[in-house]
């Protein structure tokens, strides 16, 4: 499965953005997450669902601001970011997981990842 990431973007302290991340192949089967990796720091978990029933996971400094969601139908994964921080500027990653903890957000639990795209936050 190749992953496409798209949506990244410059935007204000406060603003909205929303990430789509596009597979080559069928995602029905694989939980999904998006991680993060901001300059000069480790790549962090920020968000993941389930394959099927839905069931989201979030890290404590997106929870409430960020929805994971997810169009099997189009194979297609999204991202809505709100109230951002400029501290949430980085490369944003989509992933796929087969893993039951896929939701633990470790990165060793995914194995297909998208290029990334660049967010960035102005204060």
């Known amino acids: 499965v190749q992953l496409q990431a798209s949506g990244g973007g410059l935007v204000q302290a406060g603003g909205s953005l929303r990430l789509s991340c596009a597979a080559s192949?069928?995602?029905?089967?694989?939980?999904m997450g998006w991680f993060r990796q901001a300059p000069g720091k480790e790549r962090e978990f920020v968000a993941a669902?389930?394959?099927?029933?839905?069931?989201?996971y979030y890290s404590d400094s997106v929870k409430g601001r960020f929805t994971i969601s997810r169009a099997n139908a189009k194979n297609t994964v999204y991202l809505q970011m709100s109230s951002l921080k400029p501290e949430d500027t980085a490369i944003y990653y989509c992933?796929?997981?087969?893993?039951?903890?896929?939701?633990?957000?470790?990165?060793?639990?995914?194995?297909?990842w998208g290029q990334g795209t660049l967010v960035t936050v102005s204060s």
């Open positions: 992933a796929t997981s087969s893993n039951v903890q896929y939701y633990s957000g470790r990165d060793s639990f995914y194995g297909y």
């Open positions: 669902i389930h394959r099927s029933d839905g069931s989201t």
């Open positions: 192949g069928r995602i029905s089967n694989y939980h």
